[in-house]
Nanobody, 121 residues
Framework: QVQLVESGGGLVQPGGSLRLSCEAS????????AVWYRQAPEKERELVAA???????NYADSVKGRFTISRDNAKTTVYLQMNNLKPEDTAVYYC???????????????YGQGTQVTVSS
């Protein structure tokens, strides 16, 4: 089973930046539609950003203008650039995506274990 691996989280001061990455645990043909979502303690899961295979993007109102979702040219890695971070952005960030393991494969869903982002002075 293909899993996604998130990386790039950590501790950052308010106003700082982090760049999260999401890639598959094994070689894949492509990562299609992908989303980043986050979950803070005692809060509901929140969809942060999404990117379609064609490049369209969508963001939660809480992160618009501060976060940018993108993918690499090979379409095997998705990123989340987070700028001007606020304490309320503190959460575990997860990546979900539809992937094709081979060009002839069907799309399957893949999920990651998350990466912690803590924004604190």
């Amino acid at each position: 089973q293909v899993q996604l691996v998130e990386s790039g989280g950590g501790l950052v001061q308010p106003g700082g930046s982090l760049r999260l990455s999401c890639e598959a645990s094994v070689s894949i043909f492509s990562m299609n539609d992908a989303v980043w979502y986050r979950q803070a303690p005692e809060k509901e899961r929140e969809l942060v950003a999404a990117i379609a295979v064609g490049g369209s993007t969508n963001y939660a109102d809480s992160v618009k203008g501060r976060f940018t979702i993108s993918r690499d040219n090979a379409k095997t890695t998705v990123y989340l650039q987070m700028n001007n971070l606020k304490p309320e952005d503190t959460a575990v960030y997860y990546c979900n995506a539809q992937i094709k393991q081979h060009w002839w494969s069907s799309l399957i869903g893949a999920y990651g274990q998350g990466t912690q982002v803590t924004v604190s002075s």
